[in-house]
Every structure is written in C-alpha cells, then in structure tokens.
C-alpha cells in the first residue's frame, strides 16, 4: 500500500525558504503513470495546490507562487521537495504531499495523501 | 478567491439526500474531469469521486458524482453521522500553462 510522508522543519522565519520533504513507500516514484503533487491549506481554510512534479523532473506550479516555488525528484531516494522562497505569515498552513495519478495531468486525482505536516512562519 | 464555486454550507438529517454543486468554467470542468475528495475534521483529505463519477473502493455507494457542462455535483444519498466534514471538488484548468484548481469547500452537517 502507497504511504507518502511529509517532513521538514515546522517553524520558518519570515523572509527565508521553506522546505519540505515527501517520502513514497509502497510503491515506486518512477512510474510513468504518476505525477507528484505538494497541496497546502492555511488553518480554517481551503485547500491549494501548490505545484506537481514528474519523476522525469518536469513541473507544473500554481500561477500566484511560481515566481516562489521549487519542486524537485529524487528518484534514488523515493523523495519528492518543495522549497518556497520569501515566505511570509501568509505561507503559514498544513502542507500536504500527495501522489498525482492519471493518464494524463488533466484527467488525474489526487490520491493518497500524506497525514500533512504543520508549517508556521513566525519570527 | 476559489476558482470552482460551492456553497459554503449544507446540512440534512441522517437519511436524507444532500447535493453539492461545483461551478467553474470552459477551461477547467467544461474541459476535464471533475474530482471530489472528504476531510474529516483534523484529517488528511481523501479522494471520494474521481473522473466524474467514479468511486474508488472502499467509497460507499451512497456518494454519487455526475458533470454537465461547467459544473458538477456531489451527491450523499441516506446521510449518516459519519459524513459530517468538507467536501472539496477539483479539476485541471487548461489555462496559463494548466494548473491545478480547487473549490472553496463545502461543510456539510448532519442534523
């Protein structure tokens, strides 16, 4: 069974990059049939997504943080990241990790999904 | 601002039927599939309906999804206890380069 489990630091300063990390078990990252996905939801808000990688490496990213946003694959290591750059408060959300199936990005869902790790940003 | 629309509320008593909508346009539902997806309180999202109207196993029969045009609905047939939570829907958007986005949520309470 697929599992994905975030990890990274849980308080970032203003101002400086946030980085996560997504780790798949139960499965392989490099199937052509997946994508990889980062999806945040500040406290008492809906959800976002934030950007959608290949295992070839190749990106999608939402329109209002793609000046901001980083997602890269390690396939060695079964690990997709995020990086976002000049966070502020308003980056402060539940960041989740999940896988991004279908035969194609159009017609793809997100589905499992990692339990979501807690991301302030705080001085 | 969302770019799918859903009422932010809705509620039944158990037993009832309770349709959600999901409003957006051309170049996301009108072009691609729709998916539906429950958070229960303090939990992880978890996919309800994907492709429209398809259940993945382990979804209870009662959930129900269908798209006509630019929107689509969620349908909870016989509400129980244990759907209270929000229901989000999805899709691709075809415009500035595709992306992915989300409807703004919908809390459903059972009464």
């Known amino acids: 069974q697929l599992q994905l489990q975030e990890s990274g630091p849980g308080l970032v300063k203003p101002s400086e990059t946030l980085s996560l990390t997504c780790t798949v078990s139960g499965g392989s990252i490099s199937s052509s049939s997946y994508y990889w996905a980062w999806i945040r939801q500040p406290p008492g808000k809906g959800l976002e997504w934030i950007g959608t990688v290949y295992y070839s490496g190749s990106t999608y990213y939402n329109p209002s943080l793609k000046s901001r946003v980083t997602i890269s694959v390690d396939t060695s290591q079964k690990q997709f990241s995020l990086q976002l750059s000049s966070v502020t408060a308003a980056d402060t959300a539940v960041y989740y990790c999940?896988?991004?199936?279908?035969?194609?990005?159009?017609?793809?869902?997100?589905?499992?999904w990692g339990q979501g790790t807690l991301v302030s940003v705080s001085s | 601002q969302s770019v799918l629309t859903q009422p932010p509320s809705a509620s039944g008593t158990p037993g009832q039927r309770v349709t959600i909508f999901c409003s957006g346009s051309?170049?996301?539902?009108?072009?691609?599939?729709v998916n539906w997806y429950q958070q229960l309180p303090g939990t992880a999202p978890k996919l309800l309906i994907y492709?429209?109207?398809q259940r993945p196993s382990g979804v209870p029969a009662r959930f129900s999804g269908s798209k006509s045009g630019t929107s689509a609905s969620l349908a909870i047939g016989g509400l129980q206890s244990e759907d209270e939570a929000d229901y989000y829907c999805?899709?691709?958007?075809?415009?500035?380069?595709?992306?992915?986005?989300f409807g703004s949520g919908t809390k459903v309470t059972v009464l």
């Open positions: 999940a896988r991004h199936g279908g035969t194609s990005i159009q017609y793809s869902r997100f589905d499992p």
């Open positions: 492709r429209n109207n």
């Open positions: 999805s899709a691709w958007d075809d415009s500035l380069n595709g992306h992915c986005v």
């Open positions: 051309s170049s996301n539902i009108g072009s691609n599939t």
